[in-house]
């Protein structure tokens, strides 16, 4: 089981990042999926979940408005638009299986992938 992020880079404040998570060794399909970031001397903290059929999509306040979640389950991939960066987004992207719940959402593995960094100057 594999999940593995990319699409991370360095950009200015107010630029547009597009990062993908390809899914591998299981079908993501039946699961809902979610992007969970970690800054530097932060814990890991869900961003952007999204149902396994795409309906339900959830955000955290912090992005809400300015990220985009979407999912394409015959190619076992899973988006995250990000425009309006600001410098508090700059950290390491995660995808995960995740499970949601109303406005929350969280990661039902334990594992954790490389991740792509995403780095926002001022």
């Known amino acids: 089981v594999q999940l593995q992020a990319s699409g991370g880079g360095l950009v200015q404040a107010g630029g547009s990042l597009r990062l993908s998570c390809v899914a591998s060794?299981?079908?993501?399909?039946?699961?809902?999926a979610g992007w969970f970031r970690q800054a530097p001397g932060k814990e890991r903290e869900w961003v952007s979940c999204i149902s396994s059929d795409g309906d339900i999509t959830v955000y955290s306040d912090s992005v809400e408005g300015r990220f985009t979640i979407s999912r394409d389950n015959a190619k076992q991939l899973v988006y995250l638009q990000m425009d309006s960066l600001k410098p508090e987004d700059t950290a390491i992207y995660h995808c995960?299986?995740?499970?949601?719940?109303?406005?929350?959402?969280?990661?039902?593995?334990?594992?954790w992938g490389q991740g792509t960094q995403v780095t926002v100057s001022s």
């Open positions: 060794g299981f079908s993501l399909h039946h699961y809902g």
């Open positions: 995960n299986a995740a499970g949601l719940a109303g406005p929350n959402c969280w990661s039902l593995r334990t594992e």
